[in-house]
């Protein structure tokens, strides 16, 4: 149980386009859901909490009008990346935190962005 | 601020040897600490967790201790196998939000 799933597991864009990244909780709800970003060889660094039926919460530094969230149902959270650049490549990794009172993230497989 | 701090790498190490990776943390609360293991190509997975001081979390013979008065969750394993080469993150969840901080992450290399 508690699978997440990303879609989709890489993509190449040209610089300017926009790609829209998947984030599916398969077996569970997730009210809650995180994407993350990591790049080569270092740890992740949080971007925003998404959550359901709501606006998306964004850390400090991210631009939530070039990374847009929306988490339209218990099951699904989307990442578009809005006119990407090559400093926009990178590993991005969504999580989803299980209903209730606890507090285990469980991660999707990551997406690979190349911005050319 | 929360933060993580975590043993550098690379570690290579043969198998059956032994493992400690150190991880000490900041935090303003009472955080939640984890391991989390990312083998090669795929996504991160929850190894252990402890919620409280002197909690002990074991998962696949690795274990780890919350240790309150050293601020620290050091994460151990008696005898490796190949299978365990992976990046390991210690991270800690604070402030009842789950959000969570990680580590740099330890690359570790177990050769036969």
């Known amino acids: 149980g508690a699978v997440v799933s990303q879609h989709p597991s890489w993509v190449i864009c040209k610089s300017g386009t926009s790609v829209k990244i998947e984030c599916r909780s398969l077996d569970f709800q997730a009210t809650t859901m995180f994407w993350y970003r990591q790049f080569p060889k270092q740890s992740l660094m949080l971007m925003a909490t998404?959550?359901?039926?709501?606006?998306?919460?964004?850390e400090q530094g991210v631009e939530k009008d070039k990374f847009l969230i929306n988490h339209a149902s218990l099951t699904l959270s989307t990442l578009t990346v809005t006119s990407a650049h090559p400093e926009d490549s990178s590993f991005y990794i969504c999580?989803?935190?299980?209903?209730?009172?606890?507090?285990?993230?469980?991660f999707g497989p990551g997406t690979r962005l190349t911005v050319l | 601020g929360d933060s993580v701090t975590q043993m550098e790498g690379p570690v290579t190490l043969s198998e059956e040897a032994f493992l400690t990776i150190n991880c000490t943390y900041t935090?303003?609360?009472?955080?939640?600490l984890f391991w989390y293991v990312q083998y090669p190509g795929e996504g991160l997975q929850l190894l252990l967790k402890?919620?409280?001081?002197?909690d002990k979390g074991s998962n696949k013979g690795f274990e780890a201790t919350y240790r309150k008065e050293t601020t620290s969750f050091h994460l151990e394993k008696g005898s490796v196998q190949v299978s365990d080469s992976a990046v390991y993150f210690c991270a800690l969840s604070d402030r009842g939000d789950y959000k969570l901080s990680f580590g740099a992450g330890t690359t570790v290399t177990v050769r036969a």
């Open positions: 998404s959550n359901e039926g709501s606006k998306a919460t964004y």
């Open positions: 935090a303003t609360g009472y955080p939640s």
């Open positions: 999580s989803a935190l299980t209903s209730g009172n606890t507090d285990t993230q469980y």
């Open positions: 402890a919620t409280k001081a002197d």
